[in-house]
């Protein structure tokens, strides 16, 4: 399917995907540029008090994972679920992208007036906590809606009918997981991340990204075959996260430390996945960059874990630099291909470029922060000047990236 003629009669999905998804990553970046200063001079933030540091976190975070992570994705599910040739599919499309927007800055509203769970990434507490469970059943009822439509019309959608299955648990579930009762903000009893756990949410991670070729309509390139390979690994994977301890393991536990290990492996397997496909033009520097950022996420993320690093880098700068990683590399870049491959306009290339060597001076710049800090916590809490300095690099760097990203979300609203 050639993702530039869906919805031929008004914009292309990935047109209005991208102006909500890109509008969401501009107003985080100004949040995350605006943190970054207030650590280097803290004074400020005293100037729109209340509106503290723990005020605007939440919608840093939060605004970024459900805003501009999440809604090319939900773009990737309309296309493959919608039927391409049908104008009219357009609206319902529309609507979906507005409540989703309209939940988060609700979400917003609420965190900035002090009403938060001070759960990390479930932040939405008292009157938010419906917002978003509603619009994902909106999101879901539409994929249903269509899906069945084209189901009568002769169309065979048994693997799209099977995913809204598992989908449906997806709104009950994320309420549940938002409620007082269900996990302490800060639990106690907890070591951290494991190894089973890093494994089996890097595993949905490789589902999803390896899935959206096929959800987006993109064919095969030739002499590439099918994708057996690929979904075989995969099911080994699942079967060595489920024979690992699970539960409060230790992260020097030998199978711990080896079945995070396979990971290592998915770097090619991912890879040669994507390539697999045939991806407009436009997308591929944005998935070469992924790529690369895929390769640094997983080696630095098993590094982490290992005894020794991972005592000294928890709960300190190397994390939120690997999140960057992880997040302002890894995902936009994947998220950069997927909108172009749905038919957005392209990201200026000084902007794409500035995107990734200001993501890249960052996450060195943190890690390398984060590798010392344990050491000289002292000199972290008293803000000596070596610390300022590498602030001072966090926030050119992030400003850069804003900058970035405005000129790519105004290319993607251009009529």
């Known amino acids: 399917m050639n993702a530039d003629r869906t919805f031929s009669a008004g914009r292309p999905l990935g047109r209005v995907v991208s102006v909500h998804a890109l509008g969401w990553l501009v107003a985080c970046n100004l949040v995350g540029v605006w943190l970054a200063t207030i650590l280097l001079w803290p004074s400020l933030g005293d100037r729109i008090a209340p509106l503290s540091y723990g005020r605007w976190m939440p919608v840093h975070l939060d605004g970024q994972l459900y805003g501009w992570c999440a809604l090319p994705l939900v773009g990737a599910l309309l296309a493959w679920c919608l039927d391409p040739v049908d104008p009219r599919g357009i609206v319902p499309a529309r609507l979906v992208l507005a409540a989703l927007s309209t939940a988060l800055t609700l979400g917003v509203v609420s ?22 469970p509603l619009a994902m ?56 991340a494991t190894g089973a756990s890093l494994l089996g949410s890097t595993l949905g991670i490789i589902a999803i990204f390896g899935a959206v070729p096929r959800m987006i309509g993109l064919d095969r390139r030739p002499g590439a075959g099918g994708s057996r ?49 045939a991806w407009p033009w436009s997308a591929r520097r944005w998935l070469r960059a992924a790529e690369v950022w895929w390769a640094g996420l997983v080696i630095s993320g098993w590094v982490s874990f290992l005894p020794g690093v991972s005592e000294r880098w928890k709960f300190s700068n190397a994390l939120v630099g690997h999140a960057h990683l992880a997040m ?26 500035t995107w990734q060597l200001g ?35 966090r926030l050119a760097a992030g400003a850069a990236m804003t900058v970035a990203s405005l000129a790519w979300w105004r290319e993607a609203s251009r009529p």
């Open 111 to 132: 965190w900035l007036s002090g009403l938060s769970s001070g759960k990390l990434f479930l932040d939405w507490a008292g009157w938010t906590r419906p917002l978003l």
């Open 137 to 192: 059943v909106m999101l879901w009822a539409v994929l249903a809606w269509q899906v069945v439509a084209r189901w009568r019309r002769g169309q065979r959608m048994g693997v799209q009918a099977a995913a809204l299955v598992l989908l449906a648990a997806v709104p009950p579930v994320l309420w549940w997981s938002m409620g007082p009762a269900t996990y302490p903000a800060i639990n106690p009893d907890s070591g951290g």
């Open 229 to 277: 390979v690929f979904w075989s690994c995969f099911a080994v994977s699942a079967v060595v996260y489920a024979v690992i301890g699970h539960g409060d393991e230790s992260h020097h536990a030998a199978a711990q430390i080896l079945g995070l290990g396979v990971l290592l492996a998915w770097i090619p397997l991912l890879v040669v996945e994507w390539r697999a496909s």
């Open 328 to 353: 302002a590399g890894f995902v936009t870049s994947a998220n950069g291909a997927l909108l172009a491959a749905l038919g957005g306009r392209g990201c200026p290339g000084w902007a794409f470029w």
């Open 359 to 393: 993501c890249g001076a960052m996450v060195v710049l943190l890690i390398g922060l984060g590798s010392i800090e344990a050491g000289r916590i002292g000199d972290l809490f008293l803000s000596a000047p070596w610390v300022q300095v590498i602030y001072a690099g």
